[in-house]
């Protein structure tokens, strides 16, 4: 059994050396990440090799006087293969001592030999990994199972570590220091007025159409404001009607693609501009940049839903500068106890949340979030406690 570490900047070159010298039959034990030189991150990638080949041990290891590093190279014991020795004569020197000890017993203790080299190995890399968080071991598991993005969970626990004081309440300093990040993210003081255009963009499904009605019935109910509805999706079913019928139950103007432009001129009220899903190719953004521009909108805002994966909300970055963006609004946060997405959205499009919503469709309010119950979500059950 060959085991071997294999060093590279990302995980995908570091898996592609231990397929290029170890083939499809290797067993991946570990993958970690590490600080390298320069500030750089390299990503460390253990793999085993059950029953090497001559020529793999040869690829794997080709100067036999360089010793791998943190490898473990155990040789199978030598048995007679009748089809490729050939027997050799028999001799009349004396029979030596023969050892009764069954091959099964000389492999069995070389696996526990191996089995307890490997649990010592691997236990040695997973108290390293957990070094680099310390005191916040708990706090990294907790953001990472919210789904927050690796970069986020880094800087903030670096930063954590940069300002803590042992003499202080580990939990409470945590809190408090995600209760910043959180009020840094959020904006309380958001409001509308007659002559500003304010559209909502996103992918499908994030809950556009649902935001801008609920947005339209709090100006018109609460505020008592003039407002005008303009849908300028032609691509999904029924939008002008969804957005028609909104007009009709709260009693305003409503405009389509067709006359959105005229119909945006009117500076008597508050123009609410829903839009077609952004897709994922940048340069099909433009046409709808130039719509938005030609309506003259002040605000744009980003609405993501909070069901969706962090990971697939930084792919969004570049639609959101090319859209220019300026607020940000997580939907459906009632659907998942998972709230990573609301941060990595603010963190990665450097915008500030002005509101997150619940319940499904165009009905219900508006919230404005709370740092301090956002934060007792999050670290919740026992890393919440001392």
Not at 105 to 114: A, G, S, T
Request: include cysteine; proline fraction near 4%.
């Amino acid at each position: 059994m060959i085991i071997k570490t294999f060093r590279a900047e990302t995980s995908s070159a570091a898996l592609k050396r231990v397929r290029e010298e170890m083939g499809g039959d290797a067993i991946v034990l570990k993958t970690t990440q590490q600080e390298g030189s320069l500030g750089r991150v390299v990503y460390e990638v253990t793999a085993c090799l059950e029953n090497p080949t001559v020529g793999q041990t040869s690829k794997i290891f080709p100067d036999e006087t360089t010793t791998a590093p943190r490898a473990i190279v155990i040789e199978a014991p030598e048995l007679e293969d009748q089809s490729i020795v050939p027997t050799p004569e028999p001799t009349l020197k004396p029979t030596p001592e023969i050892n009764h000890q069954s091959t099964d017993d000389v492999w069995q203790k070389r696996y526990e030999k191996l089995e307890l080299k490997i649990n010592t190995f691997l236990e040695t890399g997973s108290k390293e990994q957990q070094s680099m968080y310390a005191p916040f071991e708990n706090v990294y598991e907790q953001l990472l199972s919210h789904d927050f993005s690796a970069e986020f969970i880094n800087e903030f626990i670096t930063e954590l570590q940069e300002t803590y004081d042992s003499a202080d309440s580990t939990m409470a300093f945590v809190k408090m220091k995600l209760a910043e990040k959180i009020i840094g993210y959020t904006t309380e003081d958001f409001s509308l007025s007659h002559g500003d255009k304010l559209a909502v963009v996103g992918p499908a499904g994030a809950g556009k159409s649902s935001v801008m009605g609920k947005l339209a019935a709090t100006l018109v109910m609460r505020e008592k404001k003039k407002v005008t509805l303009i849908t300028l999706d032609d691509v999904k079913m029924g939008a002008y009607d969804e957005t028609a019928a909104y007009a009709e139950i709260l009693g305003v103007d409503y405009a389509d693609n067709r006359n959105a432009e005229e119909s945006a001129k009117n500076n008597n009220t508050i123009t609410l501009i829903d839009t077609v899903a952004l897709p994922n190719i940048v340069e099909n953004i433009i046409p709808i940049n130039d719509k938005l521009d030609a309506i003259k909108t002040n605000y744009r805002i980003a609405v993501f839903s909070a069901i969706m994966r962090s990971k697939d909300v930084v792919l969004f970055q570049e639609q959101m500068k090319t859209i220019n963006a300026t607020h940000l609004v997580i939907t459906k946060t009632d659907m998942t106890s998972c709230l990573g997405t609301l941060i990595t959205a603010a963190h990665t499009f450097g915008l500030k949340i002005i509101y997150t919503t619940d319940t499904l469709g165009g009905i219900g309010l508006l919230h404005r979030p709370q740092a301090a119950e956002l934060v007792n979500q999050i670290l919740q059950s026992e890393v919440a406690s001392e």
